[in-house]
């Protein structure tokens, strides 16, 4: 690998690996931690030995990507310049992929993705109704990428954004570009990127420092993650161009343990930008030097909060402080320091390529360009989304989630991560952006969503998202520790049977206290899962405490099994699979749960035929007394 020692140079390695690619066709497989967890590894080596085994080798070119949004069809194998995507391939798939697709172009039915609702197979990754309605402006170079090749990531324009930045343009005014583009951080908290580097950069102080946050703790969030794996170059770009505009020559990676891929990736990409000479000193002749280590998180919560990161960065323990100073002024080791999330940092060689008017062009009046949500929950398809801001909630669930599995209502929507509020479904006109989800008592958090259906107790959803944040509230502050903890006991107490009148207006009164009170955005956000709920899902919480029952027969300790005899067929299997051995009955005696003994797990409700239907589940109501035992009943 030569060293780069001009843009000129930089765009001459780029002409040089595109002719060296020209006419070949593609195959990009899957391979990003939601593909392992498929084997992909294996799939990927199945296509580099048969592309050898069948003489292809020079002619096809196999590449280990990253995710590129619909996880839960990886492995996929997506075939360029067609677009062809194969969905869940297995390694005996491959040999005849490589015979058929790759070497003649013809398309196998049976590989392609197949519309739930229409049956139809769908040849074009993009006519996949998952992708559609989507704008993979960040994330979609995952898709062109091999995870560990620089020389991909400069073919596709990369580091031409840096060039740009230190070879036409002042540190100022790439901050200017940026603020003008009006580019908000995607970490959570969704302040003005621009304005903040502007902030660093005139702070007092030498040396400065710049840190990507990829901590990303949200469970089931994992944008940053596939980002990360996927697209590490345009990270380090982005953390690049920062620098130079801040006037940083160092900058750290934090990245949470458990994404070991993550970090590899980052490591390989960090060797490869340094031989370049694209990282290190005087990158690419320009005088600007910058190097970035990678530090690995422990895996709280809490330790992605700005300032708690700073702490968990120089060795003490990761909790937050009271700001100001803001890291801005006062960071790492004292020093003035930008701490950015990663997808705010992979959009930024985008602006400065393209222009801060392109970007502004996307998305609503506040809150411009595009945003990746991990979309999970009780939904058709799950994955990664990237919408241009202000697309409508509902478009998001029903177009590119496809709605509801099983026949199920949509019932509520959760957005921004734990500590986010839940959106009923009379608000799913609501275009999403970071306003928007304020006014109804939401966040847009770090772009967790998480979609329940009618079977989804509101109550105990507001309690599980409770429970984890007591666990990861630091206990630093007073409001947070004791007000979370308080409000939890309330909640568990509801969802147990034993709810007290005035019970909804103390969580009331406590969440707001702890929402104006606490420390740091964790405790002023906890409060959010229960007050919205209480906002949309009121009668949910009443008839908790005043009937004592759960309306979406969700809370074991509100809900009983119940065998209705004139149903029950006594076939025997409720009575055998019951774990607790609370059914008694018989051949041809129907059968009766013992109450005492039942453990409400539900296997008797899950065994039992449907076409008998016997049991069922009640709540708020008295469980009628046996019938009797031992009469016989006819078999149907
Ligand atoms: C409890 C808590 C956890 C947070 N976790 C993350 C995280 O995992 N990743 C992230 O980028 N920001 C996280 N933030 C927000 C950061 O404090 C900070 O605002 C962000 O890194 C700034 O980058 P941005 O301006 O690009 O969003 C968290 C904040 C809180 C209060």
Same mark, same amino acid.
């Given at each position: 690998m030569a060293r780069l020692n001009s843009a000129a140079h930089l765009e001459k390695l780029r002409q040089l690996i595109l002719d060296k690619n020209d006419g070949k066709r593609v195959v990009s497989v899957t391979n990003g931690t939601d593909g392992r967890t498929r084997h992909s590894e294996v799939v990927v080596q199945a296509f580099v030995n048969e592309v050898k085994k069948q003489g292809l080798a020079g002619k096809i070119v196999v590449k280990s990507t990253g995710?590129?949004?619909?996880?839960?069809?990886?492995p996929t194998a997506l075939i360029l310049p067609e677009a062809i995507c194969y969905v869940?391939?297995?390694?005996?798939d491959v040999p005849e992929i490589v015979s058929?697709?790759?070497?003649?172009?013809?398309?196998?039915?049976?590989?392609l993705y197949e519309?739930?609702?229409?049956?139809q197979r769908i040849t074009k990754e993009s006519e996949i109704p998952f992708y559609?309605?989507?704008?993979?402006?960040? %994330? +979609?170079n995952n898709r062109f990428l091999?995870?560990?090749?620089?020389d991909d990531y400069i073919a596709l324009g990369g580091y031409s954004a840096l060039a740009k930045a230190l070879f036409e343009m002042t540190p100022e005014r790439v901050i200017e570009e940026v603020k003008s583009s009006g580019l908000r951080g995607r970490?959570?908290?969704?302040?003005?990127t621009g304005v903040k580097w502007g902030f660093c950069r005139s702070?007092?102080?030498?040396p400065k420092y710049v840190i990507v946050n990829?901590?990303?703790?949200?469970?089931?969030?994992?944008m940053d993650r596939s980002l990360t794996e996927g697209n590490p170059h345009s990270v380090l770009e982005g953390l690049l161009i920062g620098a130079y505009a801040i006037g940083a020559h160092e900058g750290y990676i934090y990245v949470r343990a458990e994404y070991p891929l993550a970090v590899e990736n980052l490591k390989t990409a960090i060797e490869q930008a340094e031989k370049y000479g694209l %990282? +290190?000193?005087?990158i690419l002749g320009s005088g600007f030097n910058f190097n970035v280590h990678i530090h690995r998180g422990?895996?709280?919560?809490?330790?992605?909060?700005e300032t708690a990161l700073i702490a968990s960065l120089e060795g003490r323990i990761g909790e937050p402080r009271q700001r100001p100073p803001f890291p801005a002024t006062s960071?790492?080791?004292g020093k003035p320091t930008n701490i950015n999330n990663v997808e705010t940092w992979a959009t930024v060689p985008l602006i400065i390529n393209r222009g801060a008017r392109w970007f502004k062009n996307l998305g609503t009046q506040g809150s411009k360009g595009t945003k990746i949500f991990s979309l999970v929950g009780n939904l058709n398809n799950t994955g990664l989304v990237e919408v241009a801001m202000g697309i409508p909630l509902g478009d998001i669930i029903?177009?590119?989630?496809?709605?509801?599995?099983?026949g199920k209502e949509f019932k509520a929507v959760q957005t921004g991560g734990p500590s986010g509020g839940v959106i009923p479904?009379?608000?799913?006109d609501t275009p999403v952006d970071y306003e928007k989800l304020t006014q109804l008592g939401s966040i847009m958090g770090s772009g967790g969503m998480i979609v329940m259906d009618e079977d989804t107790c509101l109550v105990d959803v507001a309690r599980y998202f409770l429970n984890f944040l007591a666990g990861e509230s630091?206990?630093?502050c007073v409001p947070c520790r004791e007000g979370i903890y308080q409000m939890l006991k309330i909640l568990n107490r509801i969802c147990e049977?034993?709810?007290?009148?005035g019970d909804i207006e103390s969580l009331e009164e406590i969440g707001q206290t702890v929402r104006d009170f606490s420390l740091c955005a964790l405790g002023k956000t906890a409060p959010n899962p229960v007050l919205s709920t209480i906002r949309y899902f009121r009668d949910e919480y009443e008839a908790h405490i005043?009937?004592?029952?759960c309306p979406a027969l969700a809370c074991k300790e509100l809900i009983s099994y119940y065998i209705e005899p004139d149903k029950c067929?006594?076939?025997l299997i409720c009575l055998r699979e019951c774990p607790a051995q609370a059914i008694t009955g018989g051949k041809k005696i129907t059968h009766v749960i013992d109450q005492s003994k039942c453990?409400?797990?539900?296997t008797c409700l899950e065994v039992c035929p449907p076409r008998f239907g016997a049991v069922t589940k009640l709540s708020g109501v008295k469980v009628p007394e046996?019938?009797?035992?031992g009469a016989a009943v006819t078999q149907k």
């Open positions: 995710c590129h949004g619909f996880c839960e069809q990886e869940t391939v297995k390694p005996e058929q697709t790759l070497a003649k172009g013809k398309v196998i039915e049976r590989l519309d739930p609702v229409s049956g559609k309605s989507q704008n993979q402006t960040v %994330l +979609g091999d995870m560990k090749k620089i970490g959570g908290a969704g302040f003005p702070a007092p102080g030498q990829c901590d990303e703790g949200d469970p089931g969030a994992y %990282l +290190g000193e005087n422990a895996g709280a919560f809490v330790c992605g909060e960071g790492l080791w029903f177009k590119i989630g496809g709605g509801i599995p099983g479904r009379s608000l799913l630091c206990g630093r049977g034993n709810g007290r009148e005043k009937e004592k029952r067929q006594a076939c453990t409400k797990c539900g046996p019938v009797r035992q």
